[in-house]
């Protein structure tokens, strides 16, 4: 089974700064695209960031000039680093990739709580 693995959500106040961390098994083969969504409470999963593996990426308007994508292509592993961050950022922020088949791969979720 493919696997991704999300760490370093949590519970920061407006203004501050958090780093997720997204590592993929060994078990996908190639990834083209590695990137994370976002899901807040009664909303629709909407694209936070992406990174290509030429280094292209692409931020939602929202985030732009505050958040920082990056990716480790030996490692398989995709960053997401979050300044200044606002009580609208809060939501569940699920890793993504996506194969050389097309094929979508989600993690389970890490919670992102800012508090105002």
């Known amino acids: 089974q493919v696997q991704l693995v999300e760490s370093g959500g949590g519970l920061v106040q407006a203004g501050g700064s958090l780093r997720l961390s997204c590592a993929a098994s060994?078990?996908?083969?190639?990834?083209?695209?590695m990137g994370w969504y976002r899901q807040a409470p009664g909303k629709q999963r909407e694209l936070v960031a992406s990174?290509?593996?030429?280094?292209?990426?692409n931020y939602a308007d929202s985030v732009k000039g505050r958040f920082t994508i990056s990716r480790d292509n030996a490692n398989n592993t995709v960053y997401l680093q979050m300044n200044s961050l606002k009580p609208d950022d809060t939501a569940v922020y699920y890793c993504?990739?996506?194969?050389?088949?097309?094929?979508?791969?989600w993690g389970h979720g890490t919670q992102v709580t800012v508090s105002s």
């Open positions: 993504h990739a996506r194969d050389i088949y097309y094929t979508n791969h």
């Open positions: 060994a078990r996908i083969f190639s990834i083209n695209v």
């Open positions: 990174i290509a593996s030429g280094s292209t990426t």
